[in-house]
């Protein structure tokens, strides 16, 4: 079984450095939206809009070059970050 995943991760990681198929794109830019809470004295929370980001993401399977696979970043365009 650990052999199948090593070498699923390798072929994925192979599409995605050498484009296979050819012309195909290896990396995409997504906007992501950010939103900030804060809990307040009443211990209720707060939201607040932040900047949006560009994020740069991979067109893989899976994580690859530290990079989130785009199908996850299309789905995930909202980062919540909590303060405290």
């Not at 997504?30 to 809470?37: C, E, L, S």
């Not at 307040?40 to 949006?52: C, K």
């Not at 690859?64 to 405290?84: D, F, K």
Request: glycine share 4%; with cysteine.
């Amino acid at each position: 079984m650990l052999v199948f995943a090593a070498l699923f991760w390798f072929g994925d990681y192979l599409a995605l450095r050498l484009p296979i198929p050819k012309g195909r794109p290896q990396w995409e830019t997504i906007r992501v939206d950010q939103v900030y809470t804060i809990r307040n004295r009443y211990d209720q929370v707060e939201w607040s809009r932040g900047n949006p980001l560009m994020e740069i993401c991979s067109i893989s399977l899976l994580p690859q070059t530290g990079h989130r696979p785009c199908w996850y970043v299309r789905n995930h365009t909202m980062r919540v970050n909590h303060l405290e």
